[in-house]
C-alpha cells in the first residue's frame, strides 16, 4: 500500500463514514481496485479511529458533559444502545471477517442500503428529542449499528432509520447516531488491536509501514469532520434519498462485475 492510497483510502473513509452510503463497503470496493491486501480489516479500523477523532470533535460538547456527569441519562441512553451492538458485533465477527475478505454480498448490501435510505425518508416527522428518547429508542438504534457490521450496509443511514422510525426528530437522530458511533468504533478498534498483537494476524500487520496508518487516520479524521457537518445539513434542510440513488448506482455495478467479468469480485452465486 503506498502512500498516496492510504490517504486515499482515508479520504473515502472519513466521507463514507457519516454520509449514509456505507464506508466499510466504499473501502472493501476502493481496496478491490488498489489491489491491497495486506491487512485489510486492522486498517480499515485504525481507519475508523481516525472518524472517531472528528466525532470527538464534532460533539466535544456531549463528550466533556458526560465526563462532567458520568452517570448522566445520555450515558445511560449510550449504553443502552451499546449492548445489542456488542451482541451482534461479537456473535457474527468471524462471519464478518469472511465476507470483508469476499466481497460477495456487496452490491446487494448496497441496494439494501438505498430501499432502507429511500423508505425512512418517507417516514412521518418524529418530534422527539433526546431528553424525551426512551431506552427502549435506543436499543432499537444500537441493533440497526450491530446490523449494519455488514460491509455495504450504511451504519449511519441504518442508525438515523432507526432513530426516525422511533419518532426522533431529524437532529436528534443524527446527533444520537454520531455520538453512538464513538464507543462502538472505539470497542472494535480494541478488539481488532488485541487479535493483531498476536496470532496469525501479527506478521500481516507488522508488515504496514505506520506512516500509510497515520496518514490514512489524518485523512479520516478531516474528511469525517466535513461529512458530519454536511450530514447535520441535509438532515435539517435536505433529503435522503439523493444517497439511495448513489448507492443503487454502486450496487448494480458491483453487481454486474460479479455477473459479468468477475475482474473485482468473485461471483454472486
Known amino acids: 500500500m503506498s502512500l498516496f492510497e492510504a490517504i486515499v483510502l482515508g479520504m473515502i473513509q472519513g466521507l463514507t463514514e457519516f454520509l449514509p452510503i456505507s464506508s466499510s463497503g466504499h473501502l472493501v470496493l476502493a481496496q478491490r481496485i488498489?489491489?491491497?491486501?495486506?491487512?485489510?480489516?486492522?486498517?480499515?479500523?485504525?481507519?475508523?479511529?481516525?472518524?472517531?477523532?472528528?466525532?470527538?470533535?464534532?460533539f466535544s460538547r456531549d463528550w466533556l458533559a458526560i465526563l462532567r456527569r458520568p452517570l448522566s441519562r445520555l450515558t445511560w441512553l449510550l449504553i443502552a444502545g451499546?449492548?445489542?451492538?456488542?451482541?451482534?458485533?461479537?456473535?457474527?465477527?468471524?462471519?464478518i471477517s469472511k465476507l470483508f475478505a469476499s466481497g460477495q454480498t456487496l452490491g446487494i448490501e448496497f441496494l439494501i442500503t438505498g430501499i432502507i435510505l429511500?423508505?425512512?425518508?418517507?417516514?412521518?416527522?418524529?418530534?422527539?428529542?433526546?431528553?424525551?428518547?426512551?431506552?427502549?429508542?435506543?436499543?432499537?438504534?444500537?441493533?440497526a449499528q450491530g446490523l449494519a457490521i455488514l460491509p455495504a450496509l450504511?451504519?449511519?443511514?441504518?442508525?438515523?432509520?432507526?432513530?426516525?422510525?422511533?419518532?426522533?426528530?431529524?437532529?436528534?437522530?443524527?446527533?444520537?447516531?454520531?455520538?453512538?458511533?464513538a464507543p462502538a468504533i472505539l470497542g472494535a478498534a480494541l478488539v481488532e488491536l488485541k487479535d493483531a498483537s498476536s496470532g496469525p494476524l501479527a506478521g500481516a500487520v507488522s508488515a504496514v509501514p505506520w506512516?500509510?496508518?497515520?496518514?490514512?487516520?489524518?485523512?479520516?479524521?478531516?474528511?469525517?469532520?466535513?461529512?458530519?457537518?454536511?450530514?447535520?445539513?441535509?438532515?435539517?434542510?435536505?433529503?435522503?434519498?439523493?444517497?439511495?440513488?448513489?448507492?443503487w448506482a454502486v450496487g448494480i455495478l458491483v453487481l454486474l462485475d460479479q455477473v459479468v467479468t468477475h475482474r473485482f469480485f468473485p461471483p454472486l452465486f
Do not use: C
Open 34 to 58: 488498489f489491489g491491497v491486501h495486506e491487512a485489510v480489516l486492522f486498517f480499515d479500523v485504525m481507519l475508523h479511529v481516525g472518524t472517531l477523532v472528528a466525532v470527538l470533535i464534532v
Open 82 to 95: 451499546l449492548i445489542p451492538t456488542g451482541i451482534l458485533g461479537l456473535a457474527f465477527k468471524d462471519v
Open 118 to 143: 429511500w423508505w425512512a425518508e418517507g417516514l412521518p416527522r418524529g418530534r422527539k428529542s433526546l431528553r424525551r428518547m426512551s431506552y427502549l429508542d435506543a436499543a432499537v438504534v444500537g441493533t
Open 154 to 181: 450504511s451504519r449511519s443511514g441504518l442508525t438515523i432509520a432507526g432513530a426516525l422510525l422511533r419518532g426522533l426528530d431529524r437532529e436528534t437522530a443524527a446527533r444520537y447516531s454520531f455520538l453512538l458511533s
Open 211 to 247: 506512516i500509510q496508518v497515520l496518514a490514512g487516520m489524518a485523512a479520516a479524521a478531516v474528511f469525517g469532520y466535513l461529512a458530519i457537518k454536511v450530514m447535520l445539513a441535509v438532515l435539517t434542510r435536505g433529503n435522503m434519498r439523493a444517497f439511495s440513488y448513489y448507492v
